[in-house]
């Protein structure tokens, strides 16, 4: 119960391998809920490969990522090496993203995001580009 407090950063960092028993709460009873900002981005690809030994163990699949930043998702969402393990993504909230960027990771992504996401949350600023190439910013704090 304690762990819902936490993001799944937070709580690998903090109670991995501290004794098998939080080892095995972390792999088989967590609900993995990823903030990418709280990644440090000195840690961010590590933290990735052992995210991805440790859903491929314990077949415990990310639920939900909450990003702001488009590089770090992209990272994840694009790569080969993490392809299967975020292609079962349940939901994903995104900020600060532009419209253009936001559908190809949904529907152009080797991820096949729209095949699996069940709620897609768009928070903050979205950008959006017109036919003229400009950019209109609208605020948003919608549930699609």
């Known amino acids: 119960m304690c762990f819902t407090y936490l993001d799944f950063y937070n709580i690998y960092e903090i109670f991995f391998c501290l004794n098998k028993r939080f080892n095995q709460l972390i792999q088989y009873q967590t609900k993995l809920h990823i903030d990418l900002s709280s990644i440090p981005h ?3 690809l590590t933290f990735c490969f ?24 992209n990272l994840i969402l694009d ?24 559908y190809s990771m949904i529907f152009d ?15 903050d600023e979205i950008i959006e580009e017109d036919d003229d190439g400009l950019h209109h910013i609208r605020d948003r704090k919608n549930n699609l």
């Open 42 to 44: 000195r840690k961010f």
């Open 109 to 123: 992504s080797t991820t096949n995001l729209y095949q699996s996401l069940e709620r897609l949350s768009l928070v």
């Open 79 to 102: 790569d080969d090496l993490f392809t299967e393990t975020f292609s079962k993504l349940k939901s994903l909230t995104l900020s600060n993203m532009d419209s253009t960027t936001i």
């Open 50 to 73: 052992q995210l991805k030994q440790l859903i491929s163990t314990s077949q415990n699949y990310p639920l939900s990522i909450l990003a702001n930043d488009k590089h770090k998702l």
